[in-house]
C-alpha cells in the first residue's frame, strides 16, 4: 500500500512541475535557431516524429518519437548521447536505463537522478 501511495504522490508532484512548467516556459520564448538532428541514422530509421526541445534550464533536446511511437531517443544538445526510452502503452511514462519521462500536451517532464526537467516544443511545432 505504501508503494502505492509513493508512485500516487510522484505522479501527482510531476503534475504540479509539468503545470508550472508551461506557465513558466509562455513566459520565456524559446530561441528559434535552426539545429541538426543529433542522433545516429540507424536509431531513427522508423522516424514518426523529430522534436527539438527547449528546457526551462536552459538545456535543449532532439527528441524522435520511433518504431510504434513507444520509443523515444533522447539527444542532450549539442553533444549528448542518445538513450532510448520506452513506453508499455500509450500514455504511459517512457523509461531507459538512467531517465524516465511523461509526455504531456507540447511538454515532456524527464527525470533523471531524481532531478525534473521540464522541456517545450518549439514555436513552430505547437
Known amino acids: 500500500m505504501c508503494g502505492l501511495n509513493r508512485a500516487g504522490l510522484a505522479i501527482?508532484?510531476?503534475?504540479?512541475?509539468?503545470?508550472?512548467?508551461?506557465?513558466i516556459g509562455a513566459c520565456n520564448p524559446a530561441p528559434t535557431q535552426p539545429t541538426e538532428p543529433a542522433h545516429e541514422k540507424h536509431l531513427t530509421s522508423k522516424?514518426?516524429?523529430?522534436?527539438?526541445?527547449?528546457?526551462?534550464?536552459?538545456?535543449?533536446?532532439?527528441?524522435?518519437?520511433?518504431?510504434?511511437?513507444?520509443k523515444m531517443?533522447?539527444?542532450?544538445?549539442?553533444?549528448?548521447?542518445?538513450?532510448?526510452l520506452r513506453a508499455q502503452r500509450t500514455g504511459d511514462e517512457f523509461r531507459g536505463d538512467h531517465s524516465r519521462a511523461?509526455?504531456?500536451?507540447?511538454?515532456?517532464?524527464?527525470?533523471?537522478?531524481g532531478k525534473i526537467r521540464v522541456?517545450?516544443?518549439t514555436p513552430e511545432e505547437s
Open 12 to 23: 501527482a508532484r510531476l503534475g504540479v512541475v509539468l503545470v508550472s512548467g508551461a506557465v
Open 47 to 70: 522516424l514518426i516524429a523529430q522534436r527539438i526541445m527547449y528546457c526551462d534550464d536552459g538545456t535543449r533536446a532532439d527528441v524522435d518519437f520511433i518504431d510504434d511511437g513507444l
Open 73 to 84: 531517443a533522447v539527444t542532450w544538445l549539442p553533444k549528448g548521447r542518445t538513450e532510448i
Open 102 to 113: 511523461v509526455v504531456a500536451g507540447g511538454s515532456i517532464a524527464f527525470t533523471r537522478r
Open 119 to 121: 522541456c517545450h516544443r
